[in-house]
């Protein structure tokens, strides 16, 4: 019941998203928070069409979100959030009262200018900023794609990271 | 004419296009694509749509994709809003077998009518008791 993970996926609805993820978590409502996906007609109806039946889509604009996640902290299904960059994961956790602190990133692709942090991960430098933000609010930042997968610790690999920004 | 991409998590396609050409032959018209760890949507969404313009010959386009609502899926969903083609989802070799056979001789309408029929007819399952009985009923 409550938000069952906060997840950071730059492809948001695939794949491991729909056979894994929904499943483990038995997930009835996904948020789903991006401004791009919000304001395209032709990938919102995508990622609508690409749910199952049985699991409610609300597709959001961040700046909107705050209300429905205070909801869907207290009601009875089981939430996923899904945001594709951890900017928005940290306005969330400023905004938001009562979410539990965990933050999970899954698959992040591989862009102009990211560094790699696991081997489905990549970031950006303002990514990693807002990382250890988020990190700084007393949260646990881990990486997995998948729940039975071996999780994978920021501060395990966050001064690898750091390093790698400054260079 | 018809040209066809398969597209699909890793070398799927890659191989289903070499099983489907040792059936049928090789087909020039018959292209792959996988998407692999760490491609980003939108370069994905660029390898397929480079295929569609740089074959200006095929006017119309099969994409055939292996699960619906995965990333191959989402994004060749994408690129038939913008390009002349339907995606059809959850490929098997006989769909892929069907639309080859097809692509040639009929138009586009016929040709994606016999691969969605192929592919409602799978899969089956094929039991120890339905083989021995069947093989009674013979003798």
């Known amino acids: 019941m409550g938000i069952s993970v906060l997840r950071c996926d730059d492809r948001l609805i695939h794949g491991q998203c729909i056979v894994k993820v929904l499943n483990d978590f038995h997930i009835d409502r996904i948020l789903l928070i991006d401004e791009f996906t919000a304001s395209n007609p032709v990938i919102n109806s995508v990622y609508k069409m690409a749910v199952p039946p049985n699991v409610a889509l609300l597709i959001l604009d961040p700046d909107a979100s705050y209300d429905e996640i205070s909801k869907a902290i207290h009601d009875k299904l089981n939430t996923l959030i899904l945001v594709k960059a951890p900017e928005v994961a940290l306005k969330i956790f400023k905004n938001s009262e009562g979410l539990k602190k965990e933050f999970n990133i899954g698959p992040m692709s591989n862009r102009r200018g990211t560094i790699k942090a696991t081997y489905f991960s990549n970031l950006l430098k303002e990514e990693i900023e807002s990382i250890e933000k988020i990190e700084a609010l007393g949260v646990r930042v881990y990486f997995q794609q998948v729940p039975d997968e071996k999780a994978i610790e920021w501060s395990s690999i966050r001064e690898k990271m750091l390093t790698n920004i400054k260079q | 004419m018809?040209?066809?991409?398969?597209?699909?998590?890793?070398?799927?396609?890659?191989?289903?296009?070499?099983?489907?050409?040792?059936?049928?032959?090789?087909?020039?018209?018959?292209?792959?694509i996988g998407y692999h760890v760490g491609e980003s949507l939108k370069d994905l969404e660029n390898r397929i749509c480079r295929s569609i313009d740089r074959n200006k010959k095929y006017d119309k386009w099969i994409i055939f994709s292996d699960m619906f609502g995965g990333t191959p899926s989402n994004v060749s969903s994408v690129v038939i809003t913008q390009k002349n083609g339907?995606?059809?989802?959850?490929?098997?070799?006989?769909?892929?077998?069907?639309?080859?056979t097809n692509a040639g001789k009929s138009d586009f309408k016929t040709c994606i009518k016999s691969v969605m029929e192929s592919g409602e007819n799978c899969p089956r399952m094929i039991t120890k008791e339905a083989i021995m009985k069947s093989s009674v009923n013979n003798e």
């Open chain 2, 2 to 32: 018809i040209g066809v991409i398969i597209v699909t998590h890793g070398d799927m396609a890659k191989g289903m296009k070499n099983a489907a050409e040792m059936i049928v032959g090789e087909k020039e018209f018959l292209f792959a």
């Open chain 2, 86 to 100: 339907v995606l059809i989802t959850d490929v098997n070799l006989s769909m892929v077998l069907q639309a080859l």
